[in-house]
């Protein structure tokens, strides 16, 4: 371990095209042949200048605004990585057979995703709204299996799109995690909304982070800053190609200020996003610098 904060990948997860989908957002594609991936572990080992270029060359190519990108998509072509990742992540409906077989004897837990899974990827955080009919399938999932909902967004706020009281849910990246509110035949007795925030003492921390990036980020149209409490996530989702080494550069700043927090980068179509954060060690509560 060393004492630096880095970039963590995020693992971004491109749904497979055989699923039928219950919003209307294409299914994401790497942008181009290029190993979006190899090009983003490249980026993170430092912070210098030139992993800057690093930052905003891993935000291009995983821009659907790219013209690169655009293409792809409009041409529905899948790179190798892609591809691979699919071969190693088939769609659990066309191998459901197997999975019930695989199963037999074993508890299974249901873990899910919230943006770009659940609910459809917009331009506006606020108002990723999940539709009712996900919610009728979240609910009959949850009566039959423990389900909960791991998200990079404040555990609040997930909360308030999903509205499901019987489910677990994992907000700011897992340094927020709450059970149910609700009782189920799978937490009787534990159902007394069970806490875990091992990040606590970094409230205010995130807080200055979070102020500080609002206010250093004013200066670039459609950056967006949200407040995901044991979090402060960036977006660039609606920022010009041009501000964007600007904004790596913002960021970059900020994280040498406050070292002591680890840098996450949404990647691949769908995700347009910073995320500053706080990794605690589960066990002792402590901060693991890694
Ligand atoms: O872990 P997740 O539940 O997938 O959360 C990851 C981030 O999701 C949200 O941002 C993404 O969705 C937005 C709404 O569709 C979109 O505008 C943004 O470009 C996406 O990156 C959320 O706002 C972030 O805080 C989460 O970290």
């Given at each position: 371990?060393?004492?630096?904060?880095?970039?963590?990948?995020?693992?971004?997860?491109?749904?497979?095209?055989?699923?039928?989908?219950?919003?209307?957002?294409?299914?994401?594609?790497?942008?181009?042949?290029?190993?979006?991936?190899?090009?983003?572990?490249?980026?993170?080992?430092?912070?210098?200048?030139?992993?800057?270029?690093?930052?905003?060359?891993?935000?291009?190519?995983?821009?659907?605004?790219?013209?690169?990108?655009?293409?792809?998509?409009?041409?529905?072509?899948?790179?190798?990585?892609?591809?691979?990742?699919?071969?190693?992540?088939?769609?659990?409906?066309?191998?459901?057979?197997?999975?019930?077989?695989a199963s037999k004897g074993k508890k299974i837990v249901?873990?899910?995703?919230?943006?770009?899974?659940?609910?459809?990827?917009?331009?506006?955080?606020?108002?990723?709204?999940?539709?009712?009919?996900?919610?009728?399938?979240?609910?009959?999932?949850?009566?039959?299996?423990?389900?909960?909902?791991?998200?990079?967004?404040?555990?609040?706020?997930?909360?308030?799109?999903?509205?499901?009281?019987?489910?677990?849910?994992?907000?700011?990246?897992?340094?927020?995690?709450?059970?149910?509110?609700?009782?189920?035949?799978?937490?009787?007795?534990?159902?007394?909304?069970?806490?875990?925030?091992?990040?606590?003492?970094?409230?205010?921390?995130?807080?200055?982070?979070?102020?500080?990036?609002?206010?250093?980020?004013?200066?670039?149209?459609?950056?967006?800053?949200e407040n995901n409490k044991?979090?402060?996530?960036?977006?660039?989702?609606?920022?010009?190609?041009?501000?964007?080494?600007?904004?790596?550069?913002?960021?970059?700043?900020?994280?040498?200020?406050?070292?002591?927090?680890?840098?996450?980068?949404?990647?691949?179509?769908?995700?347009?996003?910073?995320?500053?954060?706080?990794?605690?060690?589960?066990?002792?509560?402590?901060?693991?610098?890694?």
């Amino acid at each position: 371990m060393t004492k630096q904060s880095v970039v963590v990948p995020e693992v971004a997860v491109p749904m497979p095209h055989n699923t039928a989908p219950l919003f209307p957002y294409p299914p994401p594609r790497a942008a181009s042949g290029v190993s979006v991936r190899k090009k983003y572990l490249q980026a993170q080992l430092d912070l210098g200048a030139g992993r800057i270029n690093g930052w905003v060359e891993s935000m291009r190519a995983s821009s659907p605004t790219h013209a690169k990108a655009a293409a792809a998509l409009a041409a529905g072509a899948v790179d190798d990585e892609l591809a691979a990742w699919m071969v190693r992540h088939p769609s659990a409906l066309s191998k459901f057979e197997q999975i019930v077989a695989a199963s037999k004897g074993k508890k299974i837990v249901v873990f899910l995703d919230y943006d770009g899974t659940l609910s459809p990827i917009v331009d506006d955080p606020d108002a990723a709204f999940m539709s009712d009919t996900m919610r009728r399938a979240v609910r009959s999932v949850a009566k039959q299996f423990p389900t909960a909902i791991i998200s990079g967004r404040c555990r609040d706020k997930v909360f308030e799109f999903v509205k499901l009281a019987e489910l677990y849910y994992a907000g700011s990246h897992g340094m927020d995690i709450k059970g149910p509110a609700k009782a189920s035949r799978h937490n009787k007795a534990k159902a007394k909304g069970v806490l875990f925030q091992p990040a606590s003492e970094f409230l205010p921390m995130i807080e200055q982070v979070h102020d500080s990036l609002i206010e250093k980020t004013k200066c670039i149209p459609g950056a967006k800053v949200e407040n995901n409490k044991f979090c402060a996530s960036v977006h660039f989702r609606c920022v010009d190609e041009k501000s964007w080494s600007t904004l790596a550069d913002i960021v970059k700043g900020e994280l040498k200020e406050y070292p002591k927090l680890k840098l996450t980068q949404g990647r691949m179509v769908r995700q347009f996003y910073f995320s500053f954060f706080v990794v605690a060690d589960m066990c002792s509560h402590q901060t693991i610098l890694c």
